[in-house]
Nanobody
Framework: QVQLVESGGGLVQAGGSLRLSCAASGRTFTPYAMGWFRQAPGKEREFVSTISWDGNTTYYADSAMNRFTISRDNAQSMIYLTMNNLKPEDTAVYYC??????????????WGQGTQVTVSS
């Protein structure tokens, strides 16, 4: 089992920045790809970004491209999502997940509880 705990969410004005963190514990998460997903009220969970186990390969949803950066520190068992130029439509609960290097939620085996990001206009 891999336990994941997100932090760093909050309220920010449009154009601002936030850095989300995800702390992993339990079974080593190094072999797993890590992903960030988000879910807005009344909407389905959607892919944001994913990073390979070694950090060498990353993918982003079109909505996150050129604004968000995913990174990981395997020595510290941490995953990060740095979000710049935030927009009101980025408002959602953000989840980190461990699993297969994919943009498909069902390919991830472990999920955190989520952290709320609210962007005001």
């Amino acid at each position: 089992q891999v336990q994941l705990v997100e932090s760093g969410g909050g309220l920010v004005q449009a154009g601002g920045s936030l850095r989300l963190s995800c702390a992993a514990s339990g079974r080593t998460f190094t072999p797993y790809a890590m992903g960030w997903f988000r879910q807005a009220p009344g909407k389905e969970r959607e892919f944001v970004s994913t990073i390979s186990w070694d950090g060498n390969t990353t993918y982003y949803a079109d909505s996150a491209m050129n604004r968000f950066t995913i990174s990981r520190d395997n020595a510290q068992s941490m995953i990060y999502l740095t979000m710049n130029n935030l927009k009101p439509e980025d408002t959602a609960v953000y989840y980190c997940a461990a699993g297969f290097h994919s943009d498909y939620a069902d390919d991830y085996d472990y999920w955190g509880q989520g952290t709320q990001v609210t962007v005001s206009s």
